[in-house]
T-cell receptor, first 117, second 112 residues
């Protein structure tokens, strides 16, 4: 089954304790991205990657890191989480085979609900 | 950057009625997409309309695009309780960008 998986689905942690949220897709997609969703603010892109070893900042990258060492995986790293990073996080992937990204349907993971106390 | 803006923010209708939600954007786009999100879950792609298209249909969904007004609308006909969800439009962040920007969404409630 074609899917995007995220782990963990729920996480409660404390300020400053490094954490990683994993994202994996089995569709051989070139493009992967991370979003956070907050009430009243909609979905905001954190980072995106157009292929292996190619990453770029989205609209709200501060406090986050990513890497794309393999095509299927795109982990999101919070080196020193703070309470303002409490949010619902989504990973998404799509093909990117020429033309703009808006040509392609995004496939979303189920979300990771993160609480930082 | 906030490219797509949905209107209204919330909409509540009776089952069987039609639901219309709108999306406005600021810059030139290549395509516009609509997504649905059931409460707390991942977004699901509904339909894509290209900048040279004016209208597109998919089942009970009808999407229109007016590039002169930089706006799109999503019409759901004969609504069902299962259509209760939030709906988002997504567009190119700007011409040439490999980024999608999502609006804040319209929360649709279908009352039985």
């Amino acid at each position: 089954e074609a899917q995007v998986t995220q782990n963990p689905r729920y996480l409660i942690t404390v300020t400053g304790k490094k954490l990683t949220v994993t994202c994996s897709q089995n569709m051989n997609h070139e493009y992967m991205s991370w979003y956070r969703q907050d009430p009243g603010l909609g979905l905001r892109q954190i980072y995106y990657s157009m292929n292996v070893e190619v990453t770029d900042k989205g609209d709200v990258p501060e406090g986050y890191k990513v890497s794309r060492k393999e095509k299927r995986n795109f982990p999101l790293i919070l080196e020193s989480p703070s309470p303002n990073q409490t949010s619902l996080y989504f990973c998404a992937s799509s093909k990117l085979a020429g033309g703009p990204i808006s040509n392609y349907e995004q496939y979303f993971g189920p979300g990771t609900r993160l609480t930082v106390t | 950057s906030q490219q797509g803006e949905e209107d209204p923010q919330a909409l509540s209708i009776q089952e069987g009625e039609n639901a219309t939600m709108n999306c406005s954007y600021k810059t030139s786009i290549n395509n516009l997409q609509w997504y649905r999100q059931n409460s707390g879950r991942g977004l699901v792609h509904l339909i894509l309309i290209r900048s040279n298209e004016r209208e597109k249909h998919s089942g009970r969904l009808r999407v229109t695009l007016d590039t002169s007004k930089k706006s799109s609308s999503l019409l759901i006909t004969a609504s069902r309780a299962a259509d209760t969800a939030s709906y988002f439009c997504a567009t190119d962040a700007w011409e040439g960008a490999q980024k999608l920007v999502f609006g804040q969404g319209t929360r649709l409630t279908i009352n039985p």
